[in-house]
């Protein structure tokens, strides 16, 4: 019995491996994208993007003080969270992703590049420190 039941656990986990093996280092690189619009750290703010600490696993559109594209607004009202795989889906190219998203990025071809990113905004946990 014990054994199916670590089948199960390890096939639940295996979705996130491949994001948890994502160098947060080489994230950092990539990240200098999205430091016009977004901040990370201790005293992140709102740009032009909303502040991404505690990013993953956070509700779709839920940074106070952000006004989001109605999309996202309507994601979140959804319920959908920010897991590593929506994150990965959004930054391939969030308007294919978000039909009407105010985001002009044209998103991160290289799955490389995305897993390192958000190997690197989970360093971050809400507060920033």
């Excluded at 993953?56 to 989001?68: C, L, N, S, T």
Aim: proline share 5%; aromatic share 8%.
């Amino acid at each position: 019995m014990i054994k199916p039941l670590l089948t199960l656990a390890c096939l639940a986990l295996a979705p996130t491996v491949s994001f948890a093996e994502g160098d947060a280092a080489a994230g950092e690189k990539v990240f200098r994208k999205c430091k016009a619009c977004h901040a990370v750290g201790e005293g992140a703010q709102n740009k032009v993007g909303p502040e991404l600490n505690g990013i993953i696993g956070q509700p779709v559109a839920a940074v106070a003080d952000f006004k989001y594209s109605d999309v996202l607004v309507e994601l979140g009202a959804e319920g959908k969270t920010w897991t590593p795989e929506e994150l990965d889906a959004f930054l391939t190219k969030p308007r294919d992703y978000a039909k009407g998203t105010k985001m002009s990025f044209a998103g991160l071809r290289k799955e490389d590049d995305r897993q390192n990113v958000i190997a690197y905004l989970a360093t971050f946990p809400a507060g920033g420190s």
